[in-house]
């Protein structure tokens, strides 16, 4: 089983429609989780952390639910700019690395 | 201003060639890595440095060796290059090396072997 799976999509979602993406980790060990996204042929770029009390930036709610060891990110009200890939990442305390999913890639359609 | 820069940008070479990428980052960060994402955008850590320090060495072939002169400076020299190492590779810095410091990734440097 890999250490943190997503579904590769691609998603093709309609501009002003909400999407959710989920990523599963398999360490009931792992302490810190973020979102990054990353456009096509650039760097990723930090989204935001996944704190334990879920958290909200915008129209971008991120989640984590420890007991099934999945976070998810849920995307509201959908804007052109939004069409990326979406990389779900888990990080293990005590340990330096972070471990990357394949990512999840996000069209928003006019 | 260019957080964590990288050169070249693309670099195409045959193989058996031995190969340099430089990574310069000006955040003050003291934590710089290297990572590989293949052809299906998988990303994978290759190496960590702490204040010049090696602290994370991946399963990477000796082949790639990195070296860091100073805490801003992160560079990648890979020796008789294969048609596998063709990827994208993206240098990173962090504040530190805590499991909660954002990662900051250089525009990466796409190598092709031929």
């Not at chain 1, 250490?3 to 009931?28: H, I, K, L, R, W």
């Not at chain 2, 964590?4 to 955040?27: A, F, H, R, W």
Request: glycine share 6%; charged share 20%; aromatic share 12%.
């Amino acid at each position: 089983r890999k250490e943190v799976e997503q579904d590769p999509g691609p998603f093709n979602v309609p501009e002003g429609a909400t999407v959710a993406f989920n990523c599963t980790y398999s360490n009931s060990a792992s302490q810190s989780f973020f979102w990054y996204r990353q456009d096509c042929r650039k760097e990723p770029k930090l989204l935001m952390s996944v704190y334990s009390s879920g958290n909200e930036d915008g129209r971008f709610t991120a989640q984590l639910n420890r007991a099934s060891q999945y976070i998810s990110l849920l995307i509201r009200d959908s804007k052109l700019s939004d069409s990326a890939t979406y990389l779900c990442v888990v990080n293990n305390f005590g340990n330096e690395k972070l471990t990357f999913g394949t990512g999840t890639r996000l069209t928003i359609i006019p | 201003d260019t957080a964590v820069s990288q050169t070249p940008k693309y670099l195409v070479t045959q193989m058996g060639n031995d190969k340099s990428i430089k990574c310069e980052q000006n955040l003050g960060h003291d934590t710089m890595y290297w990572y590989k994402q293949d052809s299906k955008k998988f990303l994978k850590i290759m190496f960590s440095y702490n204040n010049k320090e090696l602290i994370i060495n991946e399963t990477v072939p000796n082949r790639f060796s990195p070296k860091s002169p100073d805490k801003a400076h992160l560079n990648l020299h890979i020796n008789s290059l294969e048609l596998g190492d063709s990827a994208v590779y993206f240098c990173a810095s962090s504040q530190g090396t805590g499991a909660y410091y954002e990662q900051y990734f250089g525009p990466g440097t796409r190598l092709t072997v031929t």
